[in-house]
């Protein structure tokens, strides 16, 4: 059992440590608590703001957040077999004759990912805080507490982003049925019992008013909502392989106005043939998107000045842009490096991919804007989206070229991506606050985009191709 | 005969390890050159570097008559390469993926090209299969047929035999024989000295990064030497 759990560390380990320096990997948690701690210091503008409860219940949140948005392993299926790490799969073929082990292979998989997740940005975070704590006079005791109820927290929204993703892969049907009942549910008890946000996730509940029974709660919602995961996981082995007809030309053919056509095709055919196909899109989007929603209707009653639609639109363009992420999962630029093309077009490719993608999102906060009615400010949030959305995809690209979900964990790299993105977003929330319409001036932020995207096309076609 | 490449001095450094070293070499059009070595030689660095994917430490080389540092993406598009690892091409079909590459490089025709390949390398029952699901040995007969695909004048292939079967291994022989009496010129990395003695017309032996050998096959014939002899003798030496 240790020895296949320790193997999947050692193989994450290695695919990020041949790529930049293991270094620079090991630095990527002290980032993490560098920014937390910076950010902590401001915590007596926050708390002027905003009362010390909400804060708590706002990062709380962004944990449950967290969780949801990476915890879809539902989709994965076959991937988790034999995608990541090729002893796992060597492990994971060996396993066909006995479903036992095949599910002991999967809570494997997931126990690294919690200790990942917990090394790598859990315990950051709170060590961060916990070092500005005697400088904002915070009680140090706090820290352990959030060290327990964060960790709670995202392990709820893990195991329920687990729960609904291989539910969906049974039957797409339950799971609305499934979700509907929970919505309806909870706008009921809201309104004949006037629960409080609060006490609906026993770890914040732990937070402010620590008991046993607390801690028992939350574990029995994790351990009962992954078990149950793991149990119905579906893999869908086959020793049998994959047919589809060649759906490649007509495709290519849709889109033959764009000049990247036959990379927009392969995008999409990856994008759908992959596992969880465009389910994806449904767990990393949409539904971290429902949260962000109902969390900032929660808190922005408090701060009469910002708009809610213009706060989502900029955390919806933060978003949108790791569609880009996903789209450069697929393959590897060996795969073309034979080819007479330049990493620049692979890239192009996908940035023209991402484009007709974004539309989605764009749609989801029309949408938002039609649904909740508040259409004065649709127009200037609609520019703040679309600038949000190509100012951060334009940094990831340059940065990391074809490998954002690899790079970003090179301390140096995060950082950097850190600097760039947020005095944008913070300077674009301090125009919003003085009056939304200045946010029609953010397409010049376009200028700047553009500019980055054309020195990264150098950049990544200059730079070698490492064999990993 | 023209010369079809012309290597000068080429050398690769990766860190402290001397991958290639000072390479010189010309391999005239019509010539299916073997380039052999033992596993970590420096071949597949070198067939690299002459496409364009990688640049060298030092030195240079032209591929009919384009110089690998400044028109890489035009070498890649006038010859075939057939990659050392077949990677599996993303989630597109065998088919698609033949289609796909196609596009690229602008043919036309594009069904009646593919259609061909499969039906020469017989396997057109897996047109419709998933590249990942593929076998290694259907994989490298799609690789194989990527690379002939636009009908090049020079192709490079890394290791192409391994995992076929006999009988196909027979076909792509002839068909490499073929290809180059029509003036068309092959450079050929391997391992296996056998197929490399009854198919190649020229060979250069690499070890260690450096050519230790090169001439016409026809010599060593001549001579009544074995070429696994004769390489076993040259590695020994140096
Ligand atoms: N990207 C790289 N980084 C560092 N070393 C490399 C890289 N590619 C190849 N090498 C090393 O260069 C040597 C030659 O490799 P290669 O050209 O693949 O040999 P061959 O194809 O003859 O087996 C080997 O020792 C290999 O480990
Ligand atoms: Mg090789």
Same mark, same amino acid.
């Given at each position: 059992?240790?020895?296949?759990?320790?193997?999947?560390?050692?193989?994450?380990?290695?695919?990020?440590?041949?790529?930049?320096?293991?270094?620079?990997?090991? *630095?990527f948690?002290?980032?993490?608590?560098?920014?937390?701690?910076?950010? &902590?210091?401001?915590f007596?503008?926050?708390?002027?703001i905003?009362?010390?409860?909400?804060i708590?219940?706002?990062?709380?949140?962004?944990?449950?957040?967290?969780?949801?948005?990476?915890?879809?392993?539902g989709?994965?299926?076959?991937e988790?077999?034999?995608?990541?790490?090729?002893?796992?799969?060597?492990?994971?073929?060996?396993?066909?004759?006995l479903?036992? &082990?095949?599910?002991?292979?999967?809570?494997?998989?997931?126990?690294?990912?919690?200790?990942y997740?917990?090394?790598?940005?859990?315990?950051?975070?709170?060590?961060?805080?916990?070092?500005?704590?005697?400088?904002?006079?915070?009680?140090l005791?706090?820290?352990?507490?959030?060290?327990?109820?964060l960790?709670?927290?995202f392990?709820?929204?893990?195991?329920?982003?687990?729960? !609904?993703?291989?539910?969906?892969?049974?039957?797409?049907?339950?799971?609305?049925g499934?979700?509907?009942?929970?919505?309806?549910?909870?706008?009921?008890?809201n309104?004949?019992?006037?629960?409080?946000?609060?006490?609906?996730?026993?770890?914040?509940?732990?937070?402010f008013?620590?008991s046993?029974?607390?801690?028992?709660?939350?574990?029995?919602?994790?351990?009962?909502?992954?078990?149950?995961?793991?149990?119905?996981? %579906?893999? @869908?082995?086959?020793?049998?392989?994959?047919?589809?007809?060649?759906?490649?030309? +007509?495709?290519?053919?849709?889109?033959?106005f764009n000049?990247?056509?036959i990379?927009?095709?392969?995008?999409?055919?990856?994008?759908?043939?992959? #596992?969880g196909?465009?389910g %994806?899109?449904l767990?990393?989007?949409?539904?971290?998107?429902?949260?962000?929603?109902?969390?900032?209707?929660?808190?922005?009653?408090?701060?009469?000045?910002?708009?809610?639609?213009?706060?989502?639109?900029?955390?919806? #363009?933060?978003?949108?842009?790791?569609?880009?992420?996903?789209?450069?999962?697929?393959?590897?630029?060996?795969?073309?490096?034979f080819?007479?093309?330049?990493?620049?077009?692979?890239?192009k490719g996908?940035?023209?991919?991402?484009?007709?993608l974004? =539309?989605?999102?764009?749609?989801?906060l029309?949408?938002?804007?039609?649904?909740t009615?508040? !259409?004065?400010?649709l127009?200037?949030?609609?520019?703040?989206?679309?600038?949000?959305s190509?100012?951060?995809l334009a940094?990831?690209?340059?940065?990391?070229?074809?490998?954002?979900?690899?790079?970003?964990?090179?301390?140096?790299?995060?950082?950097?991506?850190?600097?760039?993105?947020?005095?944008? !977003?913070?300077?674009?929330?301090?125009?919003?606050?003085?009056?939304?319409?200045?946010?029609?001036?953010?397409?010049?932020?376009?200028?700047? &985009?553009? /500019?980055?995207?054309?020195?990264?096309?150098k950049?990544w076609?200059?730079?070698?191709?490492?064999?990993? | 005969?023209?010369?079809?490449?012309?290597?000068k001095?080429?050398?690769? =450094?990766?860190?402290?390890?001397?991958?290639?070293?000072?390479?010189?070499?010309?391999?005239? $059009?019509? $010539?299916?050159? #073997?380039?052999?070595g033992p596993?970590?030689?420096?071949?597949?660095?070198?067939?690299?570097?002459?496409?364009?994917?990688?640049?060298?430490?030092?030195?240079?080389?032209?591929?009919? #008559?384009?110089?690998? *540092?400044?028109s890489?993406?035009?070498?890649?598009?006038? +010859?075939?390469?057939?990659? $050392?690892?077949?990677?599996?091409?993303?989630?597109?079909?065998?088919?698609?993926?033949?289609?796909?590459?196609?596009k690229?490089?602008k !043919? @036309?025709?594009?069904?009646?090209?593919?259609?061909?390949w499969? $039906?020469?390398l017989?396997?057109?029952?897996?047109?419709?299969?998933? /590249? %990942?699901?593929?076998?290694?040995?259907?994989?490298?007969?799609?690789?194989?047929?990527?690379?002939?695909?636009?009908?090049?004048?020079? +192709?490079?292939?890394?290791?192409?035999?391994?995992?076929? @079967?006999?009988? =196909?291994?027979?076909? +792509?022989?002839?068909?490499l024989?073929?290809?180059?009496?029509?003036?068309?010129?092959?450079?050929? /990395?391997?391992?296996?000295?056998?197929?490399a003695?009854?198919?190649?017309?020229?060979?250069?032996?690499?070890?260690?990064?450096?050519?230790?050998?090169k001439g016409?096959?026809? @010599?060593? %014939?001549?001579?009544?030497?074995?070429?696994?002899?004769?390489?076993?003798?040259?590695?020994?030496?140096?």
């Open positions: 059992m240790f020895e296949i759990l320790m193997s999947m560390i050692k193989e994450e380990w290695r695919i990020h440590s041949t790529i930049f320096s293991g270094m620079k990997f090991f *630095l948690p002290f980032v993490i608590s560098l920014f937390v701690f910076l950010v &902590s210091l401001l007596s503008i926050f708390s002027s905003i009362t010390f409860n909400q708590a219940l706002l990062i709380h949140y962004l944990f449950v957040l967290f969780g949801l948005s990476v915890g879809a392993f989709l994965l299926g076959r988790i077999m034999n995608r990541r790490f090729e002893q796992a799969s060597m492990i994971a073929y060996s396993s066909r004759t479903p036992l &082990s095949e599910k002991r292979i999967l809570l494997n998989f997931f126990i690294k990912d919690i200790i997740y917990f090394l790598l940005w859990i315990l950051p975070v709170v060590v961060g805080f916990a070092i500005a704590s005697p400088i904002i006079s915070v009680n005791n706090y820290s352990f507490i959030l060290l327990t109820t960790t709670l927290s392990l709820i929204g893990l195991s329920i982003s687990f729960f !609904l993703s291989t539910i969906y892969v049974h039957s797409m049907k339950l799971l609305i499934i979700l509907s009942l929970t919505i309806i549910s909870g706008v009921f008890t309104r004949y019992f006037h629960t409080n946000v609060m006490e609906l996730l026993p770890s914040i509940t732990f937070f008013n620590p046993m029974n607390l801690i028992i709660a939350s574990l029995a919602i994790v351990v009962i909502l992954s078990s149950f995961s793991i149990f119905f996981f %579906k893999v @869908d082995y086959a020793e049998k392989k994959r047919m589809f007809k060649n759906h490649f030309n +007509v495709l290519s053919n849709i889109f033959r000049k990247y056509s990379f927009i095709a392969k995008d999409i055919l990856d994008m759908n043939r992959s #596992g196909g465009m %994806k899109i767990f990393s989007l949409l539904f971290p998107l429902i949260i962000i929603w109902l969390m900032l209707s929660i808190f922005l009653k408090l701060l009469p000045t910002t708009n809610t639609l213009i706060m989502f639109s900029i955390f919806l #363009g933060v978003m949108s842009s790791s569609i880009y992420n996903w789209l450069t999962e697929f393959d590897l630029f060996t795969a073309y490096s080819l007479p093309i330049k990493t620049s077009e692979v890239i996908k940035l023209n991919t991402y484009v007709l974004n =539309i989605i999102s764009l749609i989801i029309i949408v938002v804007a039609l649904v009615s508040i !259409l004065n400010y127009l200037p949030s609609i520019a703040s989206f679309i600038m949000v190509f100012y951060s940094v990831t690209v340059y940065l990391t070229g074809l490998h954002p979900n690899i790079l970003l964990y090179d301390a140096k790299i995060l950082l950097a991506y850190v600097l760039l993105i947020s005095p944008v !977003l913070l300077a674009l929330i301090f125009l919003s606050v003085l009056n939304p319409f200045y946010l029609l001036m953010s397409p010049l932020l376009m200028v700047l &985009s553009i /500019c980055l995207i054309k020195k990264s096309f950049k076609d200059d730079w070698e191709q490492q064999s990993f | 005969m023209k010369n079809a490449i012309e290597i001095g080429l050398t690769k =450094i990766f860190g402290e390890l001397k991958a290639v070293d000072n390479v010189t070499l010309s391999i005239k $059009e019509g $010539e299916l050159f #073997g380039f052999l596993n970590g030689s420096g071949k597949t660095t070198t067939v690299k570097m002459l496409t364009g994917q990688i640049k060298p430490t030092k030195g240079n080389a032209t591929i009919l #008559g384009k110089d690998i *540092l400044r890489p993406i035009e070498i890649r598009e006038i +010859v075939g390469i057939m990659p $050392e690892q077949e990677n599996p091409p993303s989630f597109l079909t065998a088919e698609e993926y033949l289609h796909f590459v196609a690229i490089r !043919l @036309d025709n594009i069904k009646e090209k593919s259609d061909y499969f $039906e020469f017989d396997f057109e029952n897996q047109k419709n299969v998933l /590249c %990942k699901d593929l076998s290694r040995g259907t994989r490298q007969k799609l690789m194989f047929a990527q690379t002939f695909l636009h009908n090049p004048k020079l +192709v490079f292939i890394d290791e192409p035999l391994i995992n076929l @079967d006999p009988i =196909i291994q027979k076909k +792509v022989k002839d068909y024989q073929n290809f180059v009496k029509s003036g068309r010129t092959i450079f050929f /990395c391997t391992h296996v000295l056998e197929i003695e009854e198919i190649c017309t020229n060979i250069g032996i690499i070890y260690n990064g450096k050519l230790i050998f016409p096959m026809k @010599d060593l %014939k001549r001579r009544g030497q074995h070429l696994e002899d004769f390489f076993l003798k040259l590695v020994k030496e140096a």
